[in-house]
C-alpha cells in the first residue's frame, strides 16, 4: 500500500530558532494533511493541502503541497516550548476515506 | 468547531470483562468515524471504519468479534472491546470525517487490561 516517509525522525532545537520537516511518498496524493500529537492526546489538525504547489500558513506554521504530488513539508518559524509534540503527516490511500499516516517527527524545544 | 470527544479518558479493566468507549461529534454530524489504536512511540494504526446506520468495516487482522463498533447515530460510534486481555492494553483514538477527507480526533482513550 501507499507509504509516507517522515524526515527527520526527531529534532532537537532551541526555542526561537525555525523548524522544517518534510514528508515523501512514492505515490501521489490530493490531499497533505498535518497534524500534531501532544503526550496523552489525540491529533490536532494544524494544515490541510488540497492543491499541488499549495502553500498555506495557520499563525507560525507553514505547509506547502509539493508540484509533484509527492511530498510536502511543514515549517514553524520561530519555535517555542508549547510546539514541543508530534507531528505527523497524513494523505487519503489511494482515493479512499482512509487516511495513511507517517511514523511522525518528534519535535523538542530547549527554552 | 469540529470537536469530538472520547469517553472514558482512562479505564482499568480486569481481564474477562468488556470495556466500551465512545466518541462524539459535538458541533458537527459525521457519517464516516475511524477508531485507531496507538502503541507507544509509533504511530496510529487504522482499526475499522464505521459508518452510520452500517456495518463497520476492520482492518486485516482485527477481529470484528473481540472490538465491537456501534454507528447508531451521525454524532455517535462506540468502539466495546469485548474479553479484554491484557494484551488489548493501548490508547484507543477515534476520528470524525469532516470535509475532504479531513479527520477530526477525540482526545484518546488509555485501556489497561489488568
Known amino acids: 500500500g501507499q507509504q509516507l516517509n517522515q524526515s527527520p525522525q526527531s529534532m532537537f532545537i532551541q526555542e526561537g530558532e525555525d523548524v522544517s520537516m518534510n514528508c515523501t511518498s512514492s505515490s501521489i496524493f490530493n490531499t497533505w494533511l498535518w497534524y500534531k500529537q501532544d503526550p496523552g492526546e489525540g491529533p490536532v489538525l494544524l494544515i490541510a493541502l488540497y492543491k499541488a504547489g499549495e502553500l498555506t500558513s495557520n499563525g507560525r506554521l507553514t505547509a506547502q503541497f509539493g508540484i509533484t504530488r509527492k511530498d510536502s513539508f511543514l515549517n514553524i518559524s520561530a519555535s517555542i516550548p508549547s510546539d514541543v509534540g508530534i507531528y505527523f503527516c497524513a494523505g487519503p490511500q489511494g482515493g479512499s476515506e482512509k487516511l495513511v499516516f507517517g511514523k511522525g517527527t518528534k519535535l523538542t524545544v530547549n527554552p | 468547531g469540529a470537536v469530538v470527544s472520547q469517553h472514558p479518558s482512562w479505564v482499568i479493566c480486569k481481564s474477562g470483562t468488556s470495556v466500551k468507549i465512545e466518541c462524539r461529534s459535538l458541533d458537527f454530524q459525521a457519517t464516516t468515524m475511524f477508531w485507531y489504536r496507538q502503541f507507544p512511540k509509533q504511530s496510529l494504526m487504522l482499526m475499522a471504519t464505521?459508518?452510520?446506520?452500517?456495518?463497520?468495516?476492520?482492518e486485516q487482522g482485527v477481529e470484528k468479534d473481540k472490538f465491537l463498533i456501534n454507528h447508531a447515530s451521525l454524532t455517535l460510534s462506540t468502539l466495546t472491546v469485548t474479553s479484554a486481555h491484557p494484551e488489548d492494553s493501548s490508547f484507543y483514538i477515534c476520528s470524525a470525517e469532516g470535509d475532504s477527507y479531513e479527520q477530526y480526533f477525540g482526545p484518546g482513550t488509555r485501556l489497561t487490561v489488568t
Open positions: 464505521s459508518n452510520e446506520g452500517s456495518k463497520a468495516t476492520y
